[in-house]
């Protein structure tokens, strides 16, 4: 049974060696730096619906709108803009709700009646629409809207102008606007709810786990310690009818006992080496957060791009070698776009990005200096990659070139001041797009990668603290019932009433162990100091030392000092029953106003145990509670055959004593 008992409660899906150490090296990826993703996210959404609204402002006064006209859809731009952000892009709000329905009815209000003023500078909002019933209704519903309101604003297109050409552009224009609106909304939505959730995996994989240990702990030592109780109080009927059925009793609890102590000792050693090496399971509410399609989101927004970039060549040529070549350049740089700088897994660096960036930028530019054609299609690729590739100075004053250069092409193709600047808005508009895009979807496949290793750390490290919690509070126990109950089983012939008292301790510190079990398997063990000095006394005398024991306290210790203390105390008795061939045992509790010292000392050590690793590892993890309490713990050699334990915790780790210290 020990093997076999040990191997069952041992981690599923782990192999031995490595440790935790390749957990604990690992570096937390760069999007959950703390609020870096979820403020950036929300900022390019900010920056981008700005930017779509500020284009449609600026073509006002060529469409000969007066001051009082702008001012009024500057007015009611804000709201559109202030419903989209502030409603439909806030992180955490449920759109599946009636008012949503309501915010997408008022925003419906807000796209299509301007447009009975405003007419072609309005046609640009519907896209916000477009986004929003993507995000609010659930897709069997959503898409066909999404269909109806580009439809619409064709059709509107068509009302305004007629022409066969814009009717085309704008139907494509709404479709990508549409999709970029939903994709950047969705995806910063995705980054902040997995960064507020980045926890929330690794205390479900915990919490799983330790219902696992807790029922596989139980069933392994918490059915043994029931049967040791059981036959216990058996044996006890037995000592004087039946001495020597009594006798089978005891050794039949020493065996199971002697089983029980050599599976704590393979459970702690087997928790310490063993290492994750599968993904944990996400908890209920974690298996929501879905990536969504990400990466098609991005492919359908650069495709429309690039067919905008197409069809704006129509405006100014209708030569097909012209449009040939010019197609044939977007072509190349959406290649590289979607093939490098915005594939999912890349991680672009130099030299290669620098190149890449440089080729596409003359794939993207030469179009326009060749046939003097400004068209804004594909020059947000530049501006976007160079922020994808470049450091954040010199990738910032790459996208500011690339505006100024588009508000350059616009005035020396004869271009007036507002279309000036409205070029370089859209030149900013599409390259925070290409930009936000990118690294929202990243952001999200970085910030998963760190919510799933965050949580292999907390299962590692958990790991780790139940086995010194079965190691420390259950291995002096089971030594106990073992040492106590072949006591009784020597005395049963010649001092019945001597095994009866012997074996009733057995029996009172099997019903401690049981409690010992539930509390490893809580997360939070609790010892009382006093109680474990008697256990020790009881303890110590039973295996024949002569104990000298001196605990001067006043009032309680603090939980957590006199819970660290017991476990010292445990740990240093069963290093002196085990290591040691003395017969004297010092143990003295000091209390004062500077904190609280244990101190064991004892004669008859050995110069070095067989089985040394393992006791060190006992005083390691002694070492590291006390620590943890801004305490020091040291233990060695105190003389030629003595060897001392010593452990002092100050007062700062909790209410202190209020005794004085005696030296």
């Known amino acids: 049974m020990s093997g076999s008992s040990a191997r069952r409660i041992l981690p599923r899906g782990r192999s031995r060696g490595g440790g935790h150490d390749s957990a604990r090296r690992g570096r937390e990826p760069e999007a959950t730096s703390p609020l870096i993703a979820p403020t950036l996210a929300r900022a390019i959404i900010a920056a981008v619906f700005c930017g779509f609204a500020g284009v449609a402002l600026l073509l006002m006064p060529g469409l000969g709108h007066d001051a009082g006209e702008i001012a009024l859809a500057a007015a009611l731009l804000s709201g559109l803009l202030g419903l ?57 519903v959503a898409w066909p809207l999404f269909g109806a309101v580009v439809t619409g604003t064709a059709v509107a297109q068509y009302v305004v102008t007629g022409v066969p050409l814009d009717i085309t552009y704008i139907f494509v ?6 999709l970029y609106v939903y994709g950047l909304t969705r995806l910063a939505r995705l980054v902040t709810a997995l960064y507020e959730a980045r926890d929330e995996l690794a205390n479900s994989a915990v919490t799983h786990e330790r219902l696992r240990f807790a029922r596989s702990l139980h069933d392994l030592l918490g059915l043994n310690l029931s049967a040791i109780a059981l036959k216990g109080q058996v044996t006890l009927r037995l000592l004087r009818p039946n001495p020597d059925r009594a006798g089978q009793e005891l050794s039949e609890i020493l065996e199971i006992a002697q089983r029980m102590l050599a599976d704590v000792r393979s459970i702690a050693r087997e928790y310490r080496v063993t290492s994750p090496s599968s993904s944990p399971e996400a908890g209920p509410s974690t298996s929501r957060v879905a990536t969504g ?56 660096g130099p030299p290669a990005a620098y190149l890449l960036l440089a080729l596409q930028a003359v794939l993207v530019y030469a179009p326009t200096l060749l046939y003097q054609q400004p068209w804004t299609g594909m020059h947000g690729f530049v501006a976007g990659s160079a922020l ?23 005035a020396a193709f004869g271009g007036d001041l507002p279309a000036d600047f409205g070029q370089m808005l ?94 490893v398997t809580s997360g939070r063990p609790r010892m009382s100091l006093d109680e474990e000095c008697r256990t020790t006394r009881s303890l110590l005398e039973a295996a024949g030392l002569d104990v000298r024991m001196d605990v001067r306290t006043e009032g309680d ?46 004669d008859g050590a050995a110069a070095r145990p067989a089985d040394a690793d393992q006791a060190g590892s006992g005083i390691r993890n002694m070492s590291a509670r006390v620590a943890a309490l801004g305490g020091v713990l040291a233990a060695g050699p105190a003389g030629e055959d003595r060897f001392e334990l010593s452990a002092r915790i100050p007062a700062t780790a909790g209410r202190p004593p209020v005794s004085p210290c005696p030296e």
């Open 388 to 410: 994808l590739v470049l450091r954040p100075a010199i990738g910032w004053s790459v996208f500011a070139a690339v505006m100024a250069s588009m508000a350059g092409a616009e």
């Open 84 to 140: 989209q952000f502030f409603y439909f892009s806030r992180p955490g709000r449920n759109l599946r709700t009636r008012t949503a329905h309501l915010a997408l009815a008022a925003q419906a209000c807000l796209v299509y009646l301007p447009l009975l003023w405003y007419g072609q500078v309005w046609v640009s909002q519907p896209p916000f629409l477009a986004g929003s019933v993507l995000l609010v209704f659930r897709p069997r």
């Open 293 to 348: 399609p990400a990466d098609s989101l991005v492919v359908a927004v650069f495709a429309g791009l690039f067919l905008q970039g197409v069809l704006r060549q129509f405006d100014g040529t209708r030569d097909v070698a012209e449009i040939s070549l010019a197609t044939g350049c977007m072509l190349a740089a959406l290649a590289l776009q979607l093939g490098y700088f915005s594939r999912p897994a890349a991680r672009p």
């Open 173 to 178: 224009n709404s479709v990508t606007a549409g």
């Open 557 to 602: 210790l603090p939980a957590e000092t006199g819970t660290v203390l017991a476990m010292v105390l445990r740990e240093g008795v069963t290093n002196v029953l085990r290591h040691s061939r003395g017969r004297h045992c010092e143990i003295t509790v000091a209390g004062g106003r500077d904190g609280v010292r244990l101190r064991i000392a004892n």
């Open 426 to 519: 859209v030149a900013a508009d599409l390259g925070l797009i290409t930009y936000g895009l990118t690294w929202m979807a990243r952001s999200v496949r970085r910030l998963r990668a760190a919510r799933d290793e965050l949580a292999e750390l907390a299962l590692a490290e958990a790991r780790l603290r139940w086995a010194q919690d079965v190691h420390d509070l259950l291995g002096l126990s089971l030594s106990a019932i073992t040492l106590k109950c072949d006591l009784a089983h020597r005395l049963i012939a010649r001092d019945p009433d001597r095994a009866r008292t012997v074996l009733a301790e057995a029996l009172e510190i099997s019903r401690h162990a049981l409690a010992d079990v539930r509390s």
